[in-house]
C-alpha cells in the first residue's frame, strides 16, 4: 500500500485549489468512465493503466484489491479473468488497475468464476489478448463460491433483438 499523508500534505492542498488541481491533473488524463461510485480515468504517467478514484467511500477499490490479491495468489487459474490491480493509496480512494479495451459481444467467455455477481458487457474488457472483468468490486468471493458458472450477460447500451446487438 501507499505511504500515509501528513497532515502538512492535506494542509497544502486545503489552502491552494489551484494546486490541488494541478497534482489531480499531473496524474489524471482523459476520463476512461464513470459509474455511480467511482470516476476511472486514463494514467497519464503511464497510459496502460488506468486510475480509479472512489468518490463514495464504498471501498469499491478495497473491494477490487482484495479480490485481485487473493486470486492472484490462491486461484491462479481465475486471475486471468481479472484486470490486474496495479497500487492502491493508503486510504483505498486512489487505485491504479491495468486499462483494458472494449470488448465485443460475442467475444465474451460462455463461463466466468461464480463469484462474480455483476454480467454488465460494459464491466469487461480486452487486455492483450485474453477478455477481463475491470470491475469487479461487487462479488461474493469471500463466500468460498468458487467454481465456474455461466452468465447471462445484460447492457446498457446494446438492445439485443433476434440474436443481433444494435447500439
Not at 36 to 43: A, G, I, P, Q
Not at 69 to 77: A, F, G, K, L, R
Not at 84 to 108: A, F, N, W, Y
Request: glycine share 4%; net charge negative; hydrophobic share 40%.
Amino acid at each position: 500500500m501507499g505511504a500515509s499523508v501528513s497532515t502538512d500534505f492535506m494542509n497544502m492542498f486545503a489552502n491552494d485549489w489551484f494546486l490541488l488541481s494541478d497534482f489531480a491533473d499531473f496524474f489524471c488524463g482523459d476520463i476512461v468512465g464513470e459509474g455511480t461510485e467511482r470516476s476511472v480515468y486514463e494514467f497519464r504517467l503511464d497510459p496502460s493503466m488506468v486510475i480509479k478514484i472512489d468518490r463514495s467511500r464504498q471501498f469499491s477499490n478495497v473491494s477490487e484489491w482484495d479480490v485481485w490479491t487473493n486470486v492472484s495468489h490462491h486461484y491462479p487459474d481465475y486471475a486471468k479473468y481479472l484486470a490486474p490491480c496495479v497500487h492502491i493509496s493508503s486510504c483505498g480512494r486512489v487505485m491504479l488497475q491495468m486499462k483494458t479495451t472494449p470488448v465485443e459481444r460475442d467475444k465474451l467467455p460462455e463461463s466466468i468464476p461464480a463469484f462474480f455477481t455483476d454480467y454488465k458487457i460494459q464491466n469487461w474488457g480486452m487486455l492483450e489478448d485474453r477478455v477481463v472483468c475491470h470491475d469487479y468490486a461487487n462479488h461474493t468471493f469471500f463466500s468460498n463460491k468458487v467454481g465456474m458458472m455461466s452468465p447471462e450477460w445484460w447492457s446498457d447500451t446494446y438492445q439485443v433483438v433476434k440474436d443481433e446487438v444494435r447500439t
